[in-house]
């Protein structure tokens, strides 16, 4: 993105919005069904990347609620943002904007999301990633092995009474 570009009117998304293991109350924004357990900001990167939505990584601000996660991304919607920051969309375009498309049948939703929206599918996305995949099968792994390794130990004696 240019320098020049004023980016304070972008929604932001923090980690913690994602995250499987906050409520609520402590900043989840999307189901728990779809929640993804420490989602980081290079996943949350990839995954807009790949949704093509024009986005900023900012490492160093922090989530007020749960300032030991570090980062947020900045996600612009919609098209340009008004004076007003309404992102230049009014009840009619939203509403002509999910009418189905004449030329390809289509609907247009894809390109008019609400941040809700995005949340949720930013979700989705990151709990299909193979970085994702790998480690949670790593993790079932590492569980299987060390169960059998825990029946064996002894235990020391106790202190013996004066």
Request: glycine share 6%; charged share 25%; hydrophobic share 25%.
């Amino acid at each position: 993105m240019s320098s020049d570009t004023d980016h304070s009117n972008w929604n932001i998304i923090y980690p913690t919005y994602l995250d499987k293991d906050s409520t609520t109350t402590q900043g989840r924004r999307v189901n728990l069904s779809i929640a993804v357990s420490k989602p980081t900001l290079d996943e949350i990167k990839s995954v807009l990347e790949h949704l093509n939505i024009p986005h900023i990584v900012e490492p160093r601000k922090r989530y007020p609620r749960n300032w030991l996660v570090p980062g947020r991304v900045r996600v612009l919607l919609g098209g340009p943002s008004d004076s007003n920051g309404t992102n230049g969309s009014t009840n009619k375009d939203i509403a002509s904007s999910t009418a189905p498309d004449s030329t390809n049948g289509k609907n247009n939703v894809a390109k008019r999301r609400t941040k809700k929206q995005l949340l949720n599918e930013i979700a989705t996305l990151i709990s299909q990633l193979k970085t994702r995949q790998t480690s949670i099968s790593s993790t079932k792994s590492g569980t299987e092995k060390g169960s059998g390794a825990s029946t064996s130990s002894k235990k020391k004696p106790g202190k013996k009474k004066r």
